[in-house]
């Protein structure tokens, strides 16, 4: 079974732009979650989203946003990138069922913002 | 007091040794307890996932979870240089959010 992919890897912006970053779970997995990933703060927790709905945010700005569509794939966008949203942006899917938290990473999206 | 306190180490052991990795939390909230190993530009693998009090062995690796005193441990036995990595604790209750420790960074010596 193909594992948790994320498209593209690797990204280079400027300040002030915006970023839209994509994620495809693991094939019958429903629920799929956003980290993002510092030096500095370690891996902290953005959004999950179970069959289309968002059931928890992290905390987060408003120019962070994400949305799930009816196939379990999932988008995150950044808006007006600033150059602390560098980091590497880690997806993960859960089968949504009974162990709601045995979540599988993928390999992640590295974002530079110049 | 952060909800998740992890050693950040590095930690430097010669192969075969048995190495601890240690994580304490504040919030009695959390009732799953997950470790995950992550190489080097590569994303967090999942490696044990538990949600009660006592230990949990699978291989060479061994997750104990003490919810009396908020303290989670992960052991590993004969550790390897394949062994290398950083190590991450992840914590979750009810919402559907995980809150990871910053990671301890291990590195076994051939």
């Known amino acids: 079974k193909a594992g948790v992919t994320q498209t593209p890897r690797y990204l280079i912006k400027t300040r002030g732009q915006q970023v839209t970053l994509s994620c495809s779970p693991i094939?019958?997995?429903?629920?799929v979650s956003w980290y993002q990933q510092t030096p500095g703060q370690g891996l902290q927790f953005l959004f999950e989203?179970?069959?289309?709905?968002?059931?928890n945010k992290g905390n987060f700005p408003g120019r962070f946003s994400g949305r799930q569509f009816s196939n379990s794939r999932s988008e995150m966008n950044v808006s007006t990138l600033e150059l602390g949203d560098s980091a590497l942006y880690l997806c993960?899917?859960?089968?949504?069922?009974?162990?709601?938290?045995?979540?599988?990473f993928g390999p992640g999206t590295r974002l530079t913002v110049t | 007091q952060k909800e998740v306190e992890q050693d950040p180490g590095p930690l430097s052991v010669p192969e075969g040794a048995i190495v601890s990795l240690n994580c304490t939390y504040s919030?009695?909230?959390?009732?799953?307890f997950m470790w995950y190993r992550q190489y080097s530009r590569k994303g967090p693998e999942l490696l044990m996932y538990?949600?009660?009090?006592g230990n949990k062995e699978d291989g060479r690796f061994t997750a104990q979870v003490d919810k009396s005193s908020k303290y989670i441990s992960l052991f590993i036995r004969d550790s390897q240089p394949s062994d290398s990595a950083t190590y991450l604790c992840?914590?979750?209750?009810?919402?559907?959010?995980?809150?990871f420790g910053k990671g301890t960074l291990l590195t076994v010596n051939p």
């Open positions: 993960a899917s859960n089968i949504g069922g009974g162990s709601i938290y045995e979540q599988y």
């Open positions: 094939s019958g997995h429903r629920s």
């Open positions: 989203y179970f069959s289309e709905t968002q059931r």
């Open positions: 919030n009695s909230a959390f009732q799953y």
């Open positions: 538990t949600y009660s009090s």
């Open positions: 992840a914590l979750g209750g009810s919402n559907y959010k995980l809150t």
